[in-house]
């Protein structure tokens, strides 16, 4: 959560000191949330022109329970302390700074990548992010193969296409 003001000084770098005029972030995973609050932020600069999100989830909460659920675990009283104690040791919500909370406010085009495998940014919440997202430059690209944060791997070419296609 708290990157997201690194990807700032990442891109006033890139552009002040490397003459970057435009930028495009591309991310995965729980990189394209730290990408989502950076890209929403009042601070965010006009030259980030396009982001990409790879397997982007709707709040980590619930992307993590997927996982415990997935390695055979239910939620215990621990699962709920781990974010307590997120909270208390890192000052941040993980629940209010969720994808989900932000997406409407994105504004520059955007391109949601997810496959129809994936089992922790699932195909039904991901579309509920796409049509929250609040860009009227926006575009979903579905891989039928391909597990999370795998998708490339599995869909090279058609996954390169997409993403450059979408940046020209």
Not at 16 to 22: A, F, G, K, M, P
């Amino acid at each position: 959560i708290k990157e997201s003001g690194d990807i700032l000084a990442w891109m006033r770098f890139l552009h002040d000191n490397l003459n970057q005029s435009s930028i495009v972030i591309h991310s995965i995973c729980v990189g394209g949330s730290g990408v989502m609050l950076a890209a929403t932020s009042k601070e965010c600069p006009d030259y980030l022109e396009k982001v990409i999100f790879d397997g982007l989830f709707i709040n980590f909460v619930e992307s993590f329970a997927t996982h415990m659920k997935e390695q055979g675990h239910g939620k215990s009283p621990i699962f709920w302390m781990v974010w307590f104690w997120f909270r208390v040791k890192s000052g941040v919500s993980v629940t209010k700074s969720a994808p989900i909370k932000y997406v409407d406010k994105l504004r520059i085009p955007v391109l949601f990548l997810y496959g129809r495998e994936d089992k922790f940014s699932l195909p039904e919440k991901s579309q509920i992010l796409y049509d929250k997202c609040g860009s009227q430059y926006k575009q979903i690209k579905w891989f039928e193969h391909g597990a999370h944060s795998r998708l490339r791997l599995v869909n090279t070419k058609e996954y390169d296409t997409a993403v450059s296609q979408f940046v020209k």
